[in-house]
């Protein structure tokens, strides 16, 4: 029998459609216009400072969400205030693990704004209990971290995972999709990426032989939850309020953070899967602790598919600037690109990007949702009358995660997607790390000519209290 509440729910939607005319997709805007507050996501966010708070206010703009849970391991500081202040009702909590326990019935999907090293536990949590999850990028830190996370979504299909690289929702998606479709982007050989500005850690000393001196841990700040299953440090502000993305302990360093918003759509248009080497090929300031001050990394991609192998060669530091080829122009900034605690991207000599080689063309492209450019000039004037026409986002990615929550539109980004560019950079940390070349098995994901280095796919092993994670 067809309930009264379901036939209603089924009528609102197929409105919805006509709404918006025949054939064309259900939007966001027409979404809210006839189910309005009745079809909100009930959702708990964990992580409300800094970016977080970013996030917060992205979801909140869509109108889409009830706010049931906030938790931050460090809720009474002051870059916290401005989330609790916007959801006054909103049950508070220091501990995911108590909030999943005393809240778990009352929220359907998670978003996580935490360090790169605690996004596994949360979202594995998560997942376990049977709630959507958005996670913000890079999706794990360790190549076996991203394994188990696309794994636990495999096993659960009705669950819903996005990742957060935004410009899987923004135009530069659906242009690159759409010139792959259209034979304009083929027999791609190679790929420049570069991310050249200054970061955190290029002033300290690289002659580093220890951690940081212990100090004295703020007042309200949760520091064993903090480190989730990192093994055991001791608090030192060099960790804390972004510093982490300085270490390998805790961060994924330049890589992990703009990779996602520069490489992804070339990832996943060209199918390329797992490298089968990565190789060192300049690296200034290495040590044991922190990242480089500067790195250039090679990804080499066999042929897939009938499509020609692929080098990518990855370039951050403020000395390593790549090679540019002849009628690349000016370097814009995308005016897309969401603020962090480190300030707004500057403008730079060569702002983030990328540079895309194949047979016959060359492409240039910035980063999140910033669309590619036929160069030269002149070559793009030529063809501007054959190219394709671009179809528009019907949701950004925030709504995109939400309308997927309610069976409306699937996700752009999910794990299964986004996982294995997550494991690229993964390897391509290692390498960092190890300053060496390393030959990678994709059949088998095992790392063939450095026993420590496919050790260290794995990571440490999580401290005692934390290992229920990896077995979930």
């Known amino acids: 029998m067809v309930s ?3 036939f209603l729910k089924t009528m609102a939607l197929t409105s919805a459609g006509l709404a918006v005319g025949a054939g064309e997709m259900l939007n966001a805007k027409s979404y809210r216009q006839v189910l309005g507050s009745n079809k909100k996501v009930n959702i708990a966010f964990v992580g409300i400072g800094h970016r977080g708070e970013q996030v917060i206010q992205d979801f909140a703009k869509t109108e889409m969400i009830n706010v049931v849970a906030l938790c931050d391991v460090d809720l009474g500081a002051r870059h916290t205030q401005k989330a609790l202040g916007m959801f006054p009702k909103a049950k508070q909590f220091k ?5 999943f326990d005393k809240a778990g019935k009352e929220f359907d999907a998670v978003v996580i704004c935490t360090p790169d090293h605690s996004h596994f536990p949360i979202s594995m949590l998560a997942i376990a209990n049977n709630k959507h999850v958005y996670v913000e990028k890079p999706m794990a830190r360790t190549f076996h971290e991203a394994e188990l996370m696309m794994q636990a979504a495999r096993k659960h299909p009705n669950i819903v995972t996005q990742v ?22 083929k027999d791609v050989t190679a790929v420049t990426a570069h991310m050249n500005n200054s970061r955190r850690w290029h002033k300290w000393d690289t002659n580093i032989y220890k951690l940081p001196e212990q100090e004295a841990i703020p007042n309200g700040l949760d520091w064993m939850t903090w480190l989730s299953a990192v093994p055991y440090h001791e608090y030192n502000k060099k960790y804390h309020h972004g510093e982490w993305r300085c270490w390998y302990d805790f961060g994924m360093g330049a890589l992990g953070d703009w990779g996602a918003h520069i490489l992804d759509t070339v990832h996943e248009f060209l199918e390329l899967g797992l490298p089968y080497e990565v190789t060192m090929l300049k690296e200034n300031g290495h040590n044991d602790y922190f990242f480089p001050y500067s790195s250039t990394i090679l990804f080499r991609f066999p042929q897939r598919k009938g499509m020609p192998p692929v080098d990518i060669t990855w370039y951050d530091g403020l000395d390593n600037l790549p090679p540019i080829p002849a009628g690349y122009g000016v370097s814009g900034l995308d005016p897309n690109i969401p603020p962090t605690n480190q300030g707004d991207t500057p403008q730079s000599k060569l702002n983030p990007g990328k540079i895309i080689y194949t047979k016959d063309l060359t492409f240039k ?8 450019s036929i160069i030269p000039e002149e070559r793009a004037k030529a063809m501007a009358s054959s190219l394709p026409e671009i179809p528009k986002s019907p949701s950004n990615h925030f709504e995109n995660f939400l309308l997927a ?5 699937k996700t752009r980004s999910p794990f299964e997607i986004h996982g294995t560019l997550s494991q690229v950079f993964s390897l391509g940390v290692i390498a960092q790390r190890m300053n060496t070349q390393l030959f990678f098995d994709p059949r088998t994901k095992q790392i063939t000519n450095n026993e420590f280095a496919n050790a260290m796919l794995a990571g440490m092993p999580p401290r005692k209290e934390w290992e229920e994670f990896y077995k979930l």
């Open 164 to 185: 957060g690289n935004q410009g899987h929702s923004e135009a530069n998606y659906f242009q690159f999709k759409t010139w792959v479709e259209a034979g304009i982007i």
């Open 405 to 409: 929550c309610n069976g409306v539109e």
């Open 365 to 372: 492209g910035g980063t999140h949702g910033s669309t590619l």
């Open 95 to 99: 501990d995911f693990r108590q909030m």
């Open 4 to 6: 009264r509440r379901s």
